[in-house]
């Protein structure tokens, strides 16, 4: 592609931006912010990308990864202020998360181990471990402020605090989880993956293509259920004190 | 004998003072009642006997050992409560019958999950029922019961007929006088019905403002000089 023909995409920017003014929307400012961010940072990705391939050095990658990593956290923790020590529960999530899924990968050699592979997969990885993380601490909050008072009950009954949590904390890893599962249900049928639609676009046999959705798809599954139980079980604790009752 | 004495305790949260300095003993195997106003700190003082809250300062013991002396699950078993909005779990009668004894990795057979419903004047029929359907009064019954279960030898209740009518509110005050009488079960019950707190309560503590106003037979409410609680008795501070 062109520089022209990129620079004319921006005609899908001018649409919404002529939009929010003439709706009174107010989304200019956030529109002109979100287009600038988006061009900069992949722009600058691709540069970093193309450095880092052809340096064939695993510490370039290593340190790319490990970036990844903590933005992900970063991000990701301002969801869960309220849990103490949470920073290190969503990387201990997105570690994991990483390390079985390249463990997998590069251990079964289902893909080569070079960084065209292993950034790519890696950041799709962490970025939806990232996402999990978000979702779950919100839907834990949320079980948490409607039924604190099963909470309370199965405390005052002589529970311990995972058998009084246990149900929100169930609820809350599972509802985490649900959207991967559900959109793996209709992929294909109503949208093609932004993976698989790239490959495509860049010339890649669509067999090929469908082969490392799925491969991307199967690991998005084990991403979701161990970001969330990992986040989950290892945070639980902290809304409890050493004499069994909730902070308050 | 005591079974819970509070020496010098009170409990704050962040900046709030919500009971301040409060002594006094509630007698084995009878019935104290516990009234004052809305935010006089009852229910917080009952959260504090079962261990859902800990004292800020002073010392609660309960059957003549620190309260932190206990592990707090078996505490929580010994000291049993009853909240004010009878909170189900999901599932049926039964499911919330069994509670007590599933936190204990233990089964409740129907036959005694039917008794302890009959206890609560409740039909036997109702165990397969789904808790969500339950009556206000249904509810209530159901909570006690469950609370039953442990069969603590303390029971705490909090503002268990609040919501009921006067027939069912009888009912309820027949069936704690009975466990009472039955069990020698120890009762704190906070209720807002004053008549109520002198006709169960062989005892009475008057709260107000987080403090422990004065204690002694449920007569006082009666008899007292106290301007406050004469005022609080004719309506005056609700």
Redesign the interface.
Known sequence: MTYTALSLTLIFVFIPFILSKALHLGLEKDIFIATARSTVQLLAVGYILSFVFEAESAIFMVLMVSLMIVVATLNARKKGRWLRGITWKIALAIIAVELITQGVLLGFHIVPATPQYIIPISGMMIGNAMVISILFLNRFRAELDARA??V?????????PK?AIH?QLIDAIKASMIPTIESQKTIGLVQLPGMMSGQIIGGADPIQAVQFQLLIIFALLTCAAVSSTIVGFTSYRTLFNE????H? | MSAITFQNVSYAVEDRQLLTNITGSFEQGRITTLVGPSGAGKTTLLKLCNGLLSPTSGTITVQQKPIDTFVPTTLRQTVGMALQAAPMISGTVYDNLCLPKKLQRQTLSIEDAQKWLEDVHLPASLLTQQARDLSGGQRQRVSIARTLVNRSPILLLDEITSALDRTACREIETLIQKINDKYGTTIIWITHNLEQAMTIGHHTWVMMDGQLIEAGPSSLLETTTNEQIQAFVRGEAR
């Not at chain 1, 309370?152 to 002589?158: I, K, V, W, Y």
């Not at chain 1, 004499?243 to 909730?246: A, E, I, P, Y």
């Open positions: 008072d099963e309370e009950l199965l405390l005052s009954l002589g529970g311990t058998q149900r004499r069994m009752q909730l308050h």
